[in-house]
C-alpha cells in the first residue's frame, strides 16, 4: 500500500492550498481517508476526515468552515481544499488509511509521507 500526499507548499495568511493523496495496493473505496497535521514541536492531530460508504466528514472544530474534504473514487484520490490559511495551520500535513473514520490516529495502518504547507504572515 502507498499513500502519496502533494500539494503542500509556502502561502501568505488568507491564501489557499489543495493538498493531495492518491493511494495504491488498496481497495480505495471501502477505506476511510483522513488527514492529520503535526506542527513544530506539536504532536500529530487529526484534521479531517471522510468515510468510505457515504462520504461522512468530519473537521477539526479549528478548520471547520475553512477546510474541505473529498475524494474521487475513480481516480484513488482524496483532497483537502484549504481556504483562509492562518499561520498556525503551518505543519506537515498526513494523509492516512483506515476502516473506519475516527480522530484517533491509532486506527489507521496506511500513511503518506506527508506534505508541508507553511502559512507566513
Known amino acids: 500500500v502507498q499513500l502519496q500526499a502533494s500539494g503542500g507548499g509556502l502561502v501568505q495568511a488568507g491564501g489557499s492550498l489543495r493538498l493531495s493523496c492518491g493511494a495504491s495496493?488498496?481497495?480505495?473505496?471501502?477505506?476511510?481517508m483522513v488527514w492529520f497535521r503535526q506542527a513544530p514541536g506539536k504532536e500529530r492531530e487529526f484534521v479531517a476526515g471522510?468515510?468510505?460508504?457515504?462520504?461522512?466528514?468530519h473537521y477539526a472544530e479549528s478548520v471547520k468552515g475553512r477546510f474541505t474534504i473529498s475524494r474521487d473514487n475513480a481516480q484513488n484520490t482524496v483532497f483537502l481544499q484549504m481556504n483562509s490559511l492562518k499561520p498556525e495551520d503551518t505543519a506537515v500535513y498526513y494523509c492516512?488509511?483506515?476502516?473506519?473514520?475516527?480522530?484517533?490516529?491509532?486506527?489507521?495502518?496506511?500513511w503518506g509521507q506527508g506534505t508541508l504547507v507553511t502559512v507566513s504572515s
Open positions: 471522510i468515510s468510505w460508504s457515504v462520504g461522512t466528514t
Open positions: 495496493g488498496l481497495t480505495f473505496n471501502r477505506y476511510a
Open positions: 492516512a488509511a483506515g476502516s473506519l473514520l475516527s480522530v484517533y490516529q491509532g486506527n489507521y495502518a496506511y
